[in-house]
């Protein structure tokens, strides 16, 4: 465990609560985007709403000047969304939006998250950290417990998955759905699972 990772976890345990594992995690690729009626809508901070017009201008600006580029870049980004990730990667997700999977991942795109934080194993429970600074505060963290689940619930499996999710974990609830996560560093994730079993 880095001791970035030790730091971000530790002010949100519980008294007599020891930290096992921490590391980097997010929603692995393979897991469908939630349909939009079931996400918190986002709220727009005055900055990024003061912003968005001129931002908008110069995005017709530039296809207007280059319509060439933009029609390129539009097709790809059609393309792109044209292949599943399942294809590239597997299931990353087994269970309903309404499973404690389900709820995991819709939890994972609140607002705050966006897929990603710190997961850490403690010897109670799962927690998941995330930094709730806005993009535009580069120098400033500001992490808050996103989301707990007692130990006894979820079950940490390693689950190396090709070259890309070499750092894949799986997260089994106890209704048997499952959703999986990814860490940078296969070590990291290794630990995460050693950790949930002991």
Known sequence: ????????ATPHLEPGEHLLAAAPADLAPGIPHPPAHLLTPRRPGGLEQRLGRPLTALRRAYAAVNPVSAAVGAVEDRLADA???????GEGMAGGWQSAAGRFV???????????????VTDRRLLLVVDRASAWQLLTERHELHWAAP?????????ATGVLQRGRIDLHFAD???AAVTTPRPAAADELAAAAHR
């Open 176 to 178: 048997g759905s499952w």
């Open 106 to 120: 819709l939890r994972m795109h609140d607002e705050g998250a966006h897929g990603s934080g710190t997961l850490a």
């Open 83 to 89: 292949v599943p990730d399942t294809l590239w990667h």
């Open 151 to 159: 130990r006894h619930t979820v079950t940490l499996h390693r689950n």
């Open 1 to 8: 465990m880095l001791n970035r990772d030790r730091d971000i």
